[in-house]
């Protein structure tokens, strides 16, 4: 089904203020800010935490809504890492999840090897900066060549179902 992974962040911060009380930017919260800009629902399949933790987003057997170039909606599995790294460097728990995540994936659908994890701006036709210039795909690639245990929600644990 799936033959890339594309490599976002959410280019936000990784707190927001709620009812004068700081909250994680988390699924919840990106699912409204893309409802806001006319999505159905959250456009990214998965969402890496600043902490490490690993949120379903859109139904994995649903096209996308994270990156139009290429047809990378329609080809690619779409992971966002919550913050700006534009701005700032990648927690080394987030940056680990998120391989992580992305290994199982690729074992998942069955893509051998590295070569199908695009960044956002890597993708032809896209005019964007995302993941952010201190993304580190080196060390993300490392990190997935060389995995280290991490617990998924059980969302993903049932990929196989679909």
């Known amino acids: 089904m799936w033959k890339k992974i594309i490599i976002h962040h959410t280019a936000s911060p990784t707190e927001v203020l709620r009812k004068g009380k700081w909250v994680k930017v988390n699924r919840g919260i990106i699912d409204e800010w893309h409802k806001r800009r006319g999505f159905g629902q959250i456009g990214y399949h998965f969402l890496v935490l600043k902490d490490g933790t690993v949120e379903a987003g859109r139904p994995i057997n649903m096209v996308g809504a994270h990156c ?34 992305t290994s199982k994936l690729i074992n998942l659908f069955k893509m051998n090897g590295t070569q199908y994890i695009e960044l956002h701006r890597e993708v032809p036709g896209a005019k964007t900066l995302c993941p952010g210039r201190f993304f580190p795909k080196e060390e993300f690639i490392r990190i997935i060549n060389k995995p280290v245990k991490i617990t998924f929600p059980k969302t993903l644990t049932r990929l196989r179902e679909v």
Request: aromatic fraction near 2%.
């Open 68 to 101: 139009l170039a290429s047809r990378r909606n329609h080809l690619g599995v779409g992971i966002a890492l919550v913050g700006n790294f534009q701005e700032s460097r990648v927690p080394n728990l987030q940056l680990a999840a998120a391989a992580q995540l």
